[in-house]
């Protein structure tokens, strides 16, 4: 059965941090990884992975990939109160997505 | 439309009713994917359809759950003789080809 395990499952940190969110994964047919942020109830879209070592970055978020030790990390730089939200890791197999628990994240001011 | 959108955005039912979910996709994607997500978990994965026809309905949990998509375009998600279990947020997504957008999902309570 596919797994997606993410850690932690939560945590608290100022304004201005820099946090890691991590995935690991165990699936079969591996295609793809992605990351979604949900705020309230729809995930949205920030990256997909495919490939190892191959950085993606927009504005103060990046992710990258290691499909050798099959997990992920997003980056957050410099946050904001905005970035409060659950941060949802999942593999694509043949079109399923598997998710994972999430990551809640609360950046206080 | 510019999003998927998903109505009623709430539904309250009681045990034993039967309740239809209705998913518009965005437009030109010929991909769906219905998931649902209870408190505190990830969405789990319940049915994908390309085009009209289901490729993959191995995440319904029962019989009790039927989905369509008749015209390739809109679906509807159908729950027969609910459960309180059945309470969660019914999301649905489409993709064209790759990464999925997900609409705002509707929040299912069973009395």
């Known amino acids: 059965e596919d797994k997606v395990v993410q850690s932690p499952l939560s945590l608290v940190v100022h304004e201005g941090d820099t946090v890691t969110l991590n995935c690991s994964y165990e699936?079969?047919?591996?295609?793809?990884l992605l990351w979604y942020k949900q705020e309230k109830k729809a995930p949205t879209f920030l990256f997909m992975l495919?490939?190892?070592?191959i950085e993606k970055k927009s504005g103060r978020l990046s992710s990258i990939l290691d499909k050798k030790e099959l997990f992920s990390i997003l980056n957050i730089t410099a946050t904001q109160t905005g970035d409060s939200a659950i941060y949802l890791c999942?593999?694509?197999?043949?079109?399923?997505?598997?998710f994972g628990k999430g990551i809640t994240l609360s950046v206080r001011p | 439309g510019a999003g998927v959108s998903q109505t009623p955005s709430n539904k309250v039912t009681e045990k034993g009713k039967y309740v239809e979910l209705r998913c518009d996709p965005i437009?030109?994607?010929?991909?769906l994917y219905w998931y649902r997500q209870s408190l505190g978990q990830g969405p789990e994965f319940l049915i994908y359809?390309?085009?009209?026809?289901?490729?993959?309905d191995s995440g319904l949990p029962n019989d009790r759950f039927f989905a369509v998509r008749p015209e390739g375009s809109v679906s509807t998600l159908k729950i027969q003789r609910t459960e309180r279990g059945d309470s969660a947020v019914y999301l649905c997504?489409?993709?064209?080809?790759?990464?999925?957008?997900f609409g705002p999902g509707t929040r299912l309570t069973v009395l």
């Open positions: 437009s030109g994607h010929t991909a």
């Open positions: 999942a593999t694509g197999a043949n079109s399923k997505l598997t």
């Open positions: 495919t490939s190892s070592g």
């Open positions: 359809f390309q085009g009209t026809g289901a490729a993959d």
């Open positions: 997504a489409s993709s064209l080809a790759g990464e999925q957008f």
């Open positions: 699936v079969t047919n591996f295609r793809s």
